[in-house]
């Protein structure tokens, strides 16, 4: 009776030690993050490369929402979508459109600040604050 207790004891005593973390090690959170890839090096470079009827997007990006929600402009248009991770992917399904014409697109996390679209290899970062 007395092993028993002991082992008890000891073994609340060991997980009172455990790191408790929402997510598993390893993983990030999306939700309400936005990742961008700029199309340009430097803002100049893009507004040089403007047409004087219409504008070019400089940079491209994702929004992550809770509910497995998330939204993405690619050149002018947000695309609305579901998104989920499995492993180190981040699969999203959209209805087909022109620039989703498959309907899925998939990014790699590579931290908790970088993704890489994997049909294009670019990477896109975290931004931050109202920044990109």
Request: with cysteine.
């Amino acid at each position: 009776m007395k092993i028993k207790l002991l082992f008890l004891c000891s073994f609340f005593l060991m997980a009172s030690f455990c790191e408790r973390s929402e997510h598993p090690k390893g993983t990030i959170d999306l939700e309400n993050e936005t990742f961008v890839y700029l199309h340009f090096k430097t803002e100049q470079q893009c507004l040089d490369s403007q047409h004087s009827d219409f504008f070019i997007n400089c940079h491209s990006e994702i929004s992550f929402f809770e509910n497995g929600l998330a939204e993405i402009i690619l050149t002018d248009i947000i695309w609305r979508g579901e998104y989920s991770v499995i492993n180190k992917n981040i699969i999203l399904r959209f209805e087909n459109n022109p620039e989703v014409p498959q309907g899925t697109l998939v990014f790699e996390i590579i931290n908790d600040s970088k993704l890489k679209k994997i049909d294009d290899k670019t990477i896109w970062n975290k931004m931050n604050g109202n920044s990109i």
